[in-house]
């Protein structure tokens, strides 16, 4: 069976264990015995994310002969990017206005929320404090590692490793042929060793996967399912406008962008991206899909390793095309739940601000709901209205989550088409 028929069936599983144990009063049982596999599962995606990054990467760029061809790989990635975010960003605008989600929050429940979540917002919020006051060219100043030993120790600091990959690469591209080949020689192996670590670790993705969505179940049902479909119901409005946003991004954005810019069809696409797109709605982090999006890119959609492995890394630190999407529908929602009403100005802001947040969001802990906090004070939202949108921002997070990969995919797919390196499939 192939494995992304396997990743399907472990969701599926997970999801009716998780409602079967809070029925049955297994929660305990399965917090303690069957979700510690799901962690498990995340620790060894992300284990092998910086190690992948930063081989794979080193590997590409120095196959390059060419350090100008480097240059323009990159110009046409990061503008091609921020172009994609910012319709992500205007499409959330459209659909927040047009539904009006906002509106259909009463006074008892924004009272409810607010306490619920209190503590979590003002975390948030003193986090995004410390980012504002950081100053405007920070994300260039974290850019730059003091000490690359200490970045290849957090995977938060992709950006750094990143830097340093293209430094190291660059580096060793300008030395003599034959001082280089030796080193040449230890990437080439040690990808090759990663690839089989990829490799061995997704043959327990069913598994692991079972056991997050198991996990995330009974901690969002509790002992009671009621409650869940309760909240749920309070908040399902919201959730589908931000799914139906997401939608567009996924079938008509990225088809219309890879249909126009290469000569791939669409359904071919998605059907090369779906293993990635379980796991990134399992794991809800791009850093931890990373080695099965690259994986994926090259075997299944043709893109060449040279720009898989420039692109994708780059666009799973500040290609945030589903969490700037979010960040607009979540912000205008509260201004609504809070009978604001924002004119054209504070909305143009909100494009601006979500689209140089998802730049920057990647050295972030609590990456998109801290994010969200600079946008509502770019638009002079309370911010305690973040609180309103906690109780289902997991969900939304897994699904923006399927849509930051796919569009890391769909940009390397077109950068690869224009540089002429989009191969035939292996699949």
């Given at each position: 069976?192939?494995?992304?028929?396997?990743?399907?069936?472990?969701?599926?599983?997970?999801?009716?264990?998780?409602?079967?144990?809070?029925?049955?009063?297994?929660?305990?049982?399965?917090?303690?015995?069957?979700?510690?596999?799901?962690?498990?599962f995340l620790n060894?995606?992300?284990?092998?994310?910086?190690?992948?990054?930063?081989?794979?990467?080193?590997?590409?760029?120095?196959?390059?002969?060419?350090?100008?061809?480097?240059?323009?790989?990159?110009?046409?990635?990061?503008?091609?990017?921020?172009?994609?975010?910012?319709?992500?960003?205007?499409?959330?605008?459209?659909?927040?206005?047009?539904?009006?989600?906002?509106?259909?929050?009463?006074?008892?429940?924004?009272?409810?929320?607010?306490?619920?979540?209190?503590?979590t917002a003002n975390?948030?919020?003193?986090?995004?404090?410390?980012?504002?006051?950081?100053?405007?060219?920070?994300?260039?100043?974290?850019?730059?590692?003091?000490?690359?030993?200490?970045?290849?120790?957090?995977?938060?600091?992709?950006?750094?490793?990143?830097?340093?990959?293209?430094?190291?690469?660059?580096?060793?591209?300008?030395?003599?042929?034959?001082?280089?080949?030796?080193?040449?020689?230890?990437?080439?192996?040690?990808?090759?060793?990663i690839l089989k670590?990829?490799?061995?670790?997704?043959?327990?993705?069913?598994?692991?996967?079972?056991?997050?969505?198991?996990?995330?179940?009974?901690?969002?049902?509790?002992?009671?399912?009621?409650?869940?479909?309760?909240?749920?119901?309070?908040?399902?409005?919201?959730?589908?406008?931000?799914?139906?946003?997401?939608?567009?991004?996924?079938?008509?954005?990225?088809?219309?962008?890879?249909?126009?810019?290469?000569?791939?069809?669409?359904?071919?696409?998605?059907?090369?991206?779906?293993?990635?797109?379980?796991?990134?709605?399992?794991?809800?982090?791009?850093?931890?899909?990373?080695?099965?999006?690259?994986?994926?890119?090259?075997?299944?959609?043709?893109?060449?390793?040279?720009?898989?492995?420039?692109?994708?890394?780059?666009?799973?630190?500040?290609?945030?095309?589903?969490?700037?999407?979010?960040?607009?529908?979540?912000?205008?929602?509260?201004?609504?739940?809070?009978?604001?009403?924002?004119?054209?100005?504070?909305?143009?802001?909100?494009?601006?601000?979500?689209?140089?947040?998802?730049?920057?969001?990647?050295?972030?802990?609590?990456?998109?709901?801290?994010?969200?906090?600079?946008?509502?004070?770019?638009?002079?939202?309370?911010?305690?209205?973040?609180?309103?949108?906690?109780?289902?921002?997991?969900?939304?997070?897994?699904?923006?989550?399927?849509?930051?990969?796919?569009?890391?995919?769909?940009?390397?797919?077109?950068?690869?088409?224009?540089?002429?390196?989009?191969?035939?499939?292996?699949?």
């Amino acid at each position: 069976m192939a494995l992304h028929w396997k990743i399907l069936i472990g969701m599926a599983l997970g999801v009716i264990w998780g409602l079967l144990a809070s029925v049955l009063g297994l929660n305990d049982f399965t917090l303690d015995w069957i979700k510690p596999f799901g962690t498990i599962f995340l620790n060894l995606l992300k284990l092998i994310a910086v190690p992948l990054v930063l081989v794979s990467l080193i590997q590409g760029v120095s196959s390059l002969s060419d350090v100008s061809k480097l240059s323009r790989i990159g110009t046409k990635a990061v503008a091609i990017y921020l172009t994609t975010t910012v319709i992500a960003v205007s499409i959330g605008l459209v659909f927040v206005n047009v539904f009006k989600p906002g509106h259909s929050f009463s006074e008892e429940k924004r009272n409810e929320f607010k306490e619920q979540f209190a503590s979590t917002a003002n975390e948030r919020a003193q986090t995004a404090q410390q980012v504002q006051e950081a100053g405007p060219l920070r994300f260039l100043e974290d850019m730059v590692p003091t000490n690359i030993f200490g970045s290849l120790t957090n995977n938060t600091q992709m950006l750094q490793i990143i830097f340093f990959a293209l430094l190291f690469g660059i580096a060793l591209v300008m030395i003599p042929p034959d001082r280089a080949a030796p080193v040449f020689a230890f990437f080439d192996g040690t990808n090759e060793v990663i690839l089989k670590m990829v490799d061995l670790i997704m043959r327990f993705s069913p598994i692991g996967v079972f056991a997050l969505l198991a996990g995330l179940v009974v901690d969002f049902a509790g002992d009671s399912p009621g409650q869940a479909v309760e909240l749920l119901a309070v908040l399902g409005y919201y959730s589908v406008v931000v799914i139906a946003g997401l939608a567009a991004m996924m079938f008509i954005v990225y088809p219309l962008a890879v249909s126009l810019f290469t000569k791939q069809s669409y359904g071919t696409f998605l059907r090369g991206m779906f293993p990635a797109h379980m796991l990134a709605f399992s794991t809800s982090s791009s850093a931890a899909t990373l080695p099965v999006t690259m994986e994926c890119a090259e075997k299944n959609l043709g893109v060449s390793k040279e720009v898989a492995s420039f692109v994708l890394p780059l666009g799973a630190t500040v290609n945030m095309d589903g969490t700037s999407l979010y960040q607009a529908v979540a912000a205008v929602f509260i201004a609504q739940a809070f009978g604001m009403q924002l004119d054209l100005a504070a909305q143009l802001g909100i494009v601006l601000t979500a689209t140089l947040a998802s730049i920057g969001t990647a050295a972030v802990p609590g990456a998109g709901t801290v994010m969200l906090v600079i946008v509502l004070q770019q638009a002079n939202i309370p911010i305690e209205g973040i609180a309103l949108i906690f109780a289902v921002d997991r969900l939304l997070d897994m699904c923006r989550t399927i849509i930051n990969v796919t569009g890391d995919a769909a940009v390397a797919t077109i950068v690869a088409n224009g540089e002429g390196q989009l191969l035939p499939p292996e699949n």
